[in-house]
């Protein structure tokens, strides 16, 4: 790891001033699990760090506007335990996949959004488009655990744990620079980066994600659903959360998003299609899944993630449906 | 000669006692300090760097910006220009700084310029391993082609195990201080007494000028006996570093890469049956790799413990990788050929269309132990529940298919040389001494219960102390010798001793020393109770002169002297879920019924086959060591991605110890290695049984799972 210089701002006005042009220059330091190992394998080497956990108006879980607000430094922890955040069974359920009491204490919504992915590649130092010689490394090379959508020339998968969920419940972001403030959709906040010198999140090096807006819960049916090799902490194989809004018992509006199946959450777009005056029942959350599926481009090694994205997104649209 | 044997079964006091670690209490609340914890006055931190390409030449090397670092004290140059490297992680370059950060700082500032030359990191295609492959062994005994003629079954099949890493929760290395008058070295090894001889080789120091310590060592799995490179750098750095201590411990991706492996088995097998499940044919072509060594394998070991089969054509190639060396992983050969052997066998049972458990118990007599393999199985079938849930492959219904799989295994044992000192002061403490180690098995606890017991105390009337060079020398902890060689060294020092205080009290009893026994804190008439002295009494006959007896286990005689045997059997049976929908594969449980003679501690015995048990979980399910041949390094080596279990992920583990008299008279057998064979077959076998396909390799995560079950949608 590279030395660095250290802020430790008690404002967000102080903390965005400290922030720099690029990413060089300086990165914010929230629960520090990813931008810390990032230095470590001498991946990133920002001269300054920000740390933001000081900043009040970052933190806390509050009612807002009907819904709720999740500060950017609230902890997974903070998540795990809230009652409002129970009204979201498809965030309570990708909170409680991160299932290691030391990264639930430690790590924040906002880091989560930005972290960077977890690709072998980009982090032994072959950068975000794993290339060696300007070749792509991913498409022949080991690749079991890339992106079966979206592919090209970013292989890597959105590592994100609330990224989907937020997605489907149609959830904002805000963000603040010195200069300026925005709100963001979700399902636009995550890109899929065309270049090494891209980045694969809506968020400039000046900027910070100050929060996120959930809409009012009622109404709502929603579930995630996640697969991965092993119980202990891990990353998701494959993830499906889905939002549905059901009438007379056929479903009026539904929101269908895998995770860790492309560089960024992946809307399942004709899934939504299909299940539009549906019932939710084994037979049409089946189809749903392979709708879901349907133009997946597996690589060499991964056909077997598209079989992981049926299954999720049928027994995610199960459990949201109260029928698993 | 004193009488050395064991006490009856049922006239045991504290051996066969489920005693608690000594040292349980200070491991669990970490004030056991590891040498890794070692913080010594004046400490510097040494790290390497090492090489980031599979197989490269060093075409230049520039450590001046590294040098000039403040708080840089030594910088040595392992491998110079024109030096070629032959796998990632190979060691470069060693600093020593006044912090890790300087040090690793300084590391960073090393330039070197590589020639990047072809490499090979992959085995698992043996087409493409070219002349990196090398014929490694041929047997063919009896007439296979005949056989396979003959057979009323014929089963064939790939199977796959990778390599793996040994995941040491401690990491390879030492802290060496490099003193004018000698040289103490604070290593992590399973070789306590002999390991600072072979540093002092290496580095030109006399054996009589090290000194070794080490109080504990946070796991070995047989790949901590050399001193290794690093140590002798580390002990270079410090004496560059005039003399200052260096601490120098391998980063967890050094750990992964570079600090051993157990090589991977390839193997296409065929194996032939009569209709009575008789086997009567075995046919493998093999290859494995364990880095630029290759893979070699005992060819003659297959099938492995159903050896006795008449017919048999085996041949093994050896495969050379740019990947760090292999180096003895607990049981070396033995997983991996356990489970090529079992998957293979199961294979041909369903072949016959035959219940595993009725075709292993019909071929127990193609192994060296037939009766008690013959129990094994039957106590773990009835552990398992077999009668009642075993099913044929894929006879589970729903998409959460349950299945039961059998693994065996087979071992040695004996024990190591070893000396050890029983000392009986005068006040009526008593100190046993020797230059041992406990990997975490709890040698420290059973050498107090076998004091305790020859000498008619309770165990914590005993001082143990292991672990340091000025001891009487004990053998390496390897091969699962380390019980057998310290119990039949203390129980004769402690035998000796104890007779030399018969001999001090013996006139005052009115008898001769032979007719005396120590029992419950007493010395006192065989049989008579009331002729006695307590302890302390007898103790203080010795007046101002303690007594300090020597007893010695000499491998190569050991047997004779009727303490120590060798040779062990195993039966694991897994019990496991496999969701055919996603592969996702759960140990429900894991039953192991295990053979190791006379057992010291059962509770310890125990505790050792669940940790064998976990490993064996954490190598069926997910452990493997990725290598990627675009660029030649290895992409997980990490605790990230190269995964190991949880406790969720590990289900219930019943463990059997097979205490019979029969097994209690043979005397004590090492259990270091025994219990982690068996698992990853049974594992394997169970989700065949449970999916009703065979997976071709391990570990069995969904990646293969959904493979084999032909449910990839593509």
Redesign the interface.
Known sequence: ???FEYANPATLAEALKSLGSSWDEAQVLAGGTDIISLMKD?VAAPKRLVNIKNVKELGGIAPHAGGLRIGATATFDELATNAAVRTYPAIRTAVLGV?SPQIRNMGTAGGDLCQRP?C??YR?G?GLLAT?DGQP?VP???N??HAIFGGGPAYFVSPSSLGPALIALGAKLTLESASDKRTVDAAKFFLAPGSETEREIDLKPNEIVTGILLPAAAGEKSATYE?R???????P?VTASVALKISGGKVSSARVVLGHVAPMPWVAVAAEQYLLGKAISEATAEEAGAEA?KG?Q?LS????K???A??AVKRALLAAAGKA | MPDYHWPPMDQRRAIGKRVARLDGLQKSTGQAKYNSDLNLPGLLFGVLLTSPHAHARIKSIDTSQAEKLPGVTSLRVIQGAGKELNWQGQEIASVAATTENIARDAVRKIKVEYEVLPHLVKESDLGKAGTRAKAAGEVTTGDPEKAFQEADAVSEGLYAIPVITHCCLESHGQAVEWKPDGVNYYPSTQNLSAIGAELGRSIGVPAAQIHSHMDHVGGGFGSKFPPDLWGAECAQLSKASGGRPVRLFLDRKQELLIAGNRPSLFAKIKAGAKKDGTLTVWQSESWASGGIGGGGLNADALPYVFRNVENRKINHTSVSLNTGSARAWRAPSNQQLSFVTCSALDDLAAKLGMDPLAFFLKNVNLSNRPDVYKYQLEKAADLANWSKLWQGRGASKGPIKRGLGIGVSMWGGLGHDSKCKTTINPDGSVAVELGSQDLGTGTRTCIAQVAAETLGLPIAAIKVTIGDSSLPASGASGGSTTIGGVSASTRKSSVNALQKLFEAVAPQLGGNADQLEAVDGRIQVKGTPSKGLSWREACRKLGVSKIEEMGENVSRTAIRDGLINQGTAGVQIADVSVDVETGKVKVNKLVAVQDCGLVINPKLAESQVYGACIMSICAALLEERITDQQTGRVLNPDMEFYKLAGLADIGDIVVHMDIRPDMDKRGVIGLGEPPAIAGIAAIANAVANASGVRVAGVPLTPYRVLDALGRRTA
């Open positions: 790891m590279q030395a001498d299932a977890r072998w590649y032994a072959f060696k490394l022949n090379g080991e079991r655990y697969i090799e092993r119980e202990m902490l891990d990353w194989l599926v997946a597996p090694q991964n056909a077997y598209v079989q992981l049926k299954v």
